[in-house]
């Protein structure tokens, strides 16, 4: 049997069993913590392509299969726990504590710094706030910054050592955190997040550049139109399943520097092996120039 077919039979039994395990003894397998661990994939690629003996190839083959389908299901598993987390709080079964900066009508630009681990996090817009960031033991797990001079203002929220037990079932609540940002100002957006399940709704907000990293992450990510004729945004992320949207209206040049991904771009013409563009790109008064790295990955970008 070839060392693919071993890839890919390994990671579809590792992710069946997994679920299986789940749905029969109604169990919640916790597996964010391991996560960090995801580039042992590429490891056990490469010892399975350099390998001269047949049975090592297929034997690394496998357990990069197995690993696989481990990251894969540990990407899938953050959004279900950050669902869960909203449930329980509309019910009224968990207390949230805020950080909250009040409009301000002098503020033209903002740069939005995040440094976190492993969690869950949504980013949306609204009316109300400068920034409103609400989540459980948000006092005690967070450091926040805020700094403002003429127009600009910068805003740092950094976690502190602390190490979070993911498991619902545990003396530590999950990590979920739900950013709420105005949707007048222009923002810098510096994100940087462990293994994650991330809801980033920026369709809304005007933005300079885009810089996210993540480990091993669940991403959903909605784009709006540039602040200025140009932005960057650049993506880099572990093991990941990510769906972006743009819009319609946005020129967008996308790079892709993953080679083992599976891709769905919609709406983009290929120039090259890693390199797409939408037909609008060179008569379009705004551009997107988004670059993708990344591990394995499962890549959904659409226009809407």
């Known amino acids: 049997m070839k060392p693919k077919q071993i890839f890919w039979g390994t990671l579809f039994i590792s992710l069946g069993v997994l679920w299986l395990i789940e749905s029969a003894f109604a169990t919640e397998i916790d597996i964010s913590s391991q996560l960090k661990f995801w580039p042992f994939i590429f490891v056990f690629i490469g010892l399975s392509m350099i390998s001269k003996n047949q049975n090592w190839k297929s034997v690394f083959a496998g357990l990069a299969g197995v690993a696989s389908g481990v990251a894969i299901f540990g990407m899938l598993s953050g959004p279900k726990r950050f669902f869960e987390f909203h449930h329980r709080r509309e019910k009224g079964e968990i207390i949230v504590e805020k950080f909250i900066h009040p409009s301000d009508e002098n503020v033209k630009n903002v740069s939005f710094n995040l440094s976190a681990g492993a969690g869950s996090y949504s980013i949306f817009s609204a009316d109300s706030n400068l920034i409103l960031v609400e989540g459980e033991r948000l006092n005690e ?56 399940a991330a809801y980033f709704d920026l369709s809304k907000l ?99």
């Open 141 to 196: 797990l967070y450091t926040f910054n805020f700094d403002k001079s003429g127009e600009s203002a910068r805003v740092e929220m950094m976690m502190n050592e602390y190490n979070i037990n993911l498991d619902e079932n545990s003396d530590d609540k999950n990590n979920n955190i739900d950013i709420v940002l105005h949707s007048k100002p222009s923002y810098a957006l510096d994100l940087e997040i462990g293994a994650a």
């Open 206 to 304: 005007k933005l300079n550049n885009l810089d996210l990293k993540a480990g091993a992450v669940s991403l959903d990510l909605l784009l709006g139109e540039p602040a200025k004729e140009k932005m960057d945004a650049v993506i880099k992320t572990g093991a990941s399943s990510i769906r972006i949207v743009c819009k319609k209206e946005t020129g967008v040049e996308l790079k892709i520097d993953s080679p083992l991904s599976t891709k769905n771009i919609q709406g983009f013409t290929m120039i090259s092996d890693d390199l797409w563009r939408t037909e609008n790109f060179d008569k379009s008064p705004k551009k997107i120039f988004l670059q993708m790295d990344g591990g394995l990955s499962n890549l959904s970008i659409v226009r809407n």
